[in-house]
């Protein structure tokens, strides 16, 4: 057999996307998290999935991917933080107002992204820069 030149393998450039479907995508970054709190680590697994396919294709998903997932990544340490102070009584109470939190500021940042708006969430660590 003839050696042949290798060719590197065929990757196609990422399409952009659409202004519509960018604001789509984006929301879904945000709305992913309250299907996916039915398990432990969902509510952040979610948005780190719809982040991770649609990145590369619209500056505007990527940055309420990154704002979703630290938001969702703050909220998981603050829902731990209120589990443990459960023993002393106060947990309950913190545990219902991160809920409700959450709960506000996810949807709310949906509301934006599906408007074409940059949002960011107060009161979050920036893990993902």
Request: proline residues 7%; without cysteine; charged residues 10%.
């Amino acid at each position: 057999m003839e050696n042949q030149p290798s060719t590197p393998p065929f990757t196609p450039a990422p399409v952009p996307m659409s202004e519509s479907d960018a604001r789509m995508w984006a929301m879904l970054a945000h709305l992913s998290a309250l299907p996916g709190s039915l398990f432990v680590i969902g509510s952040i697994l979610a948005p780190v999935i719809v982040w991770q396919i649609q990145k590369d294709k619209s500056a505007f998903v990527d940055y309420h991917g990154k704002e979703a997932v630290n938001f969702q990544i703050t909220m998981a340490i603050a829902f731990a933080v209120s589990f443990l102070l459960m023993f002393i009584l106060i947990g309950i109470v913190l545990l219902s107002i991160v809920g409700v939190v959450w709960l506000v500021f996810t949807i709310i940042a949906a509301i934006k992204a599906n408007n074409g708006e940059y949002y960011r969430y107060p009161l979050t660590l920036r893990f993902i820069k």
